[in-house]
């Protein structure tokens, strides 16, 4: 019985954590600085990784493995990136950090 208990108590600590961890960042909201920032920093990144592939494409180097193995990293990173932005747009985060900067106040609600 010991085993069993002391993994039960495990599991129910990980799952008191993990509720924790959630209701601690999903009441923080970050200011619309880095709100702003985040998603211009993303934007660059996935721009430039499809930047690298063109210019792989156009030196030519896109045909040895590496610069296949780097067209595919390039790609990853974009993916990833450019998904950060997706989401932005698809939750409304974009929509409401587009209508408080109009406002003139942070999206936390104090003004800037």
Same mark, same amino acid.
């Not at 999903?26 to 200011?31: D, H, K, P, Q, V």
């Not at 045909?63 to 997706?86: E, K, P, Q, Y």
């Not at 587009?98 to 106040?105: A, I």
């Given at each position: 019985? =010991?085993?069993?208990?002391?993994?039960?108590?495990?599991?129910?600590?990980?799952?008191?954590?993990?509720?924790?961890?959630?209701?601690?960042?999903?009441?923080?909201? =970050?200011?619309?600085?880095?709100?702003?920032?985040?998603?211009?920093?993303?934007?660059?990144?996935?721009?430039?990784?499809?930047?690298?592939?063109?210019?792989?494409?156009?030196? =030519?180097?896109i045909?040895?493995?590496?610069?296949?193995?780097?067209?595919?990293?390039?790609?990853t990173?974009?993916?990833?990136?450019?998904?950060?932005?997706?989401?932005?747009?698809? $939750?409304?985060?974009?929509?409401?950090?587009?209508?408080?900067?109009?406002? =003139?106040?942070?999206?936390?609600? $104090?003004?800037r």
């Amino acid at each position: 019985m =010991g085993f069993i208990q002391s993994h039960s108590l495990l599991a129910t600590a990980m799952i008191d954590a993990r509720v924790q961890v959630e209701t601690v960042l999903g009441e923080r909201r =970050g200011t619309m600085f880095e709100d702003i920032f985040l998603l211009v920093f993303c934007f660059i990144l996935a721009i430039g990784g499809l930047a690298a592939v063109v210019w792989g494409f156009v030196t =030519g180097r896109i045909f040895s493995i590496d610069g296949l193995w780097l067209a595919l990293i390039c790609l990853t990173l974009s993916a990833v990136f450019g998904g950060n932005i997706v989401w932005s747009i698809y $939750t409304g985060e974009f929509q409401r950090i587009l209508q408080e900067w109009r406002k =003139g106040s942070s999206p936390s609600g $104090t003004p800037r």
